[in-house]
């Protein structure tokens, strides 16, 4: 079976042909500064193809897309009636959807809704659900939402202790993301571990940073909150801050609401930490190990507050089985996990340094005698969206 996985963005359109039973990307790729000029950048296995292609919009990317794919020499498949079906990517599917589910004209019209929740993706997941669509009426589309994993979280998890009317009118609440990631790393540990009855907290550690609290594998409760803006320090993003500060820094400089909101989104986090060394932890520890004082807070920081957030989970689940690292820090970052850890032997975690000398595939990291496993698992969110596609388009044949 082959699926092609979409993920949209405003300018934007990454994409990847896979089997969704074996995992194997037959052909993967970029589509560019679309509606500037056009770019798509195509790789099958070690081979990569750039070309420069006019894209007025998503739906010349999308037919750009299908066209090199059938390309005699460049292509994997000989017709884009090979492609199965098609899973997308949306970022936010606000109280509406709890799964992924077949993209019609009630989907398209909930997701339209939950624009005023997701204002930066959510539009832009449509133009690429709407290009394939034009291009390819007769194959079924997918949508997969980033926020569908957490919705089994409790009310007294998911709910904001404002007036109940932000809740019932405006669905303000936690929701959560990067739930693709979490999704797939949860099943992965449950298979690992040998059994589904597991308290586990996963860890997705990257530019962008979320944790999730799971019990049977179920989301309890999760990190990132209305937007994903909440929870620990990140690349550029402040996470979790005193909504004072918004008031204090718009009254005492000038600032708007929104303009506010850009600065603790994209100049905050740990690139604020390091006296705007970098957003990118490599560079941090470069510098942390050069004796800067500030990359070295800005990594203290971030492993503070995710070690804070394990021990926080480990209480709500009422204990822990499983630790697992996963996404581009989690995974490739060591010293920031063994720096996490440290601090957490009194709920049984014990890494074995040997171990957790890894990077980049999945393995047991903690001692033989830690009460909890502690894994790194890379996420494959493309893999996720194109077996959540499979099971939903071979359910309705």
């Known amino acids: 079976?082959?699926?092609?996985?979409?993920?949209?963005?405003?300018?934007?359109?990454?994409?990847?042909?896979?089997?969704?039973?074996?995992?194997?990307?037959?052909?993967?790729?970029?589509?560019?500064?679309?509606?500037?000029?056009?770019?798509?950048?195509?790789?099958?296995?070690?081979?990569?193809?750039?070309?420069?292609?006019?894209?007025?919009?998503?739906?010349?990317?999308?037919?750009?897309?299908?066209?090199?794919?059938?390309?005699?020499?460049?292509?994997?498949i000989k017709s884009t009636d090979e492609i199965d079906a098609v899973g997308h990517?949306?970022?936010?599917?606000?109280?509406?959807?709890?799964?992924?589910?077949?993209?019609?004209?009630?989907?398209?019209?909930?997701?339209?809704?939950?624009?005023?929740?997701?204002?930066?993706?959510?539009?832009?997941?449509?133009?690429?659900?709407?290009?394939?669509?034009?291009?390819?009426?007769?194959?079924?589309?997918?949508a997969v939402f980033d926020t569908a994993f957490h919705m089994t979280m409790p009310p007294k998890a998911y709910r904001y202790a404002i007036p109940t009317e932000y809740f019932e009118n405006d669905d303000i609440r936690r929701y959560g993301f990067h739930g693709t990631s979490h999704k797939y790393v949860t099943r992965r540990a449950i298979a690992l571990m040998g059994r589904e009855d597991i308290?586990?907290?996963n860890c997705h550690l990257g530019n962008g940073s979320s944790l999730s609290a799971v019990a049977n594998g179920k989301c309890q409760d999760t990190s990132m909150g209305l937007s994903p803006l909440a929870g620990v320090p990140m690349g550029t993003r402040s996470g979790d801050i005193d909504a004072c500060v918004v008031q204090f820094i718009?009254?005492?400089?000038?600032?708007?609401?929104?303009?506010?909101?850009?600065?603790?989104?994209?100049?905050?986090g740990v690139l604020a930490l390091s006296n705007g060394v970098s957003s990118d932890f490599r560079d941090l520890e470069a510098g942390a190990?050069?004796?800067?004082?500030?990359?070295?807070?800005?990594?203290?920081?971030?492993?503070?507050?995710?070690?804070?957030?394990?021990?926080?989970?480990?209480?709500?689940?009422?204990?822990?089985?499983?630790?697992?690292?996963?996404?581009?820090?989690?995974?490739?970052?060591?010293?920031?996990?063994?720096?996490?850890?440290?601090?957490?032997?009194?709920?049984?975690?014990?890494?074995?340094?040997?171990?957790?000398?890894?990077?980049?595939?999945?393995?047991?990291?903690?001692?033989d005698d830690s009460k909890v496993k502690v894994w790194v698992i890379p996420t494959n969110e493309e893999l996720m969206i194109a077996q959540d596609t499979a099971d939903l388009v071979n359910a309705a044949k």
């Open 1 to 76: 079976m082959n699926i092609l996985v979409i993920n949209a963005g405003s300018s934007s359109l990454k994409y990847q042909l896979m089997d969704p039973e074996t995992g194997v990307v037959a052909a993967k790729g970029l589509c560019e500064r679309i509606y500037i000029d056009g770019r798509l950048t195509h790789k099958v296995g070690d081979r990569k193809v750039v070309k420069d292609i006019p894209m007025p919009s998503h739906s010349e990317a999308i037919a750009a897309v299908l066209e090199i794919l059938v390309d005699p020499v460049d292509g994997v």
């Open 89 to 142: 990517r949306v970022l936010h599917g606000g109280m509406k959807f709890s799964d992924s589910c077949i993209i019609d004209d009630k989907c398209i019209e909930a997701i339209e809704a939950c624009i005023p929740l997701g204002p930066l993706h959510n539009p832009a997941n449509l133009m690429g659900i709407r290009a394939c669509q034009a291009v390819m009426p007769n194959t079924p589309q997918v």
């Open 199 to 201: 308290k586990l907290v």
């Open 250 to 268: 718009c009254n005492k400089y000038g600032m708007s609401v929104d303009e506010c909101l850009t600065m603790l989104n994209k100049k905050s």
């Open 289 to 367: 190990n050069n004796g800067d004082a500030a990359c070295q807070l800005a990594l203290e920081k971030f492993c503070y507050e995710v070690r804070k957030y394990i021990g926080a989970y480990a209480a709500a689940l009422g204990g822990l089985d499983c630790l697992v690292f996963t996404a581009g820090v989690g995974e490739n970052g060591p010293t920031t996990r063994a720096d996490i850890c440290q601090g957490l032997e009194f709920l049984g975690v014990k890494l074995d340094p040997q171990r957790n000398n890894v990077r980049g595939k999945e393995a047991l990291i903690s001692a």
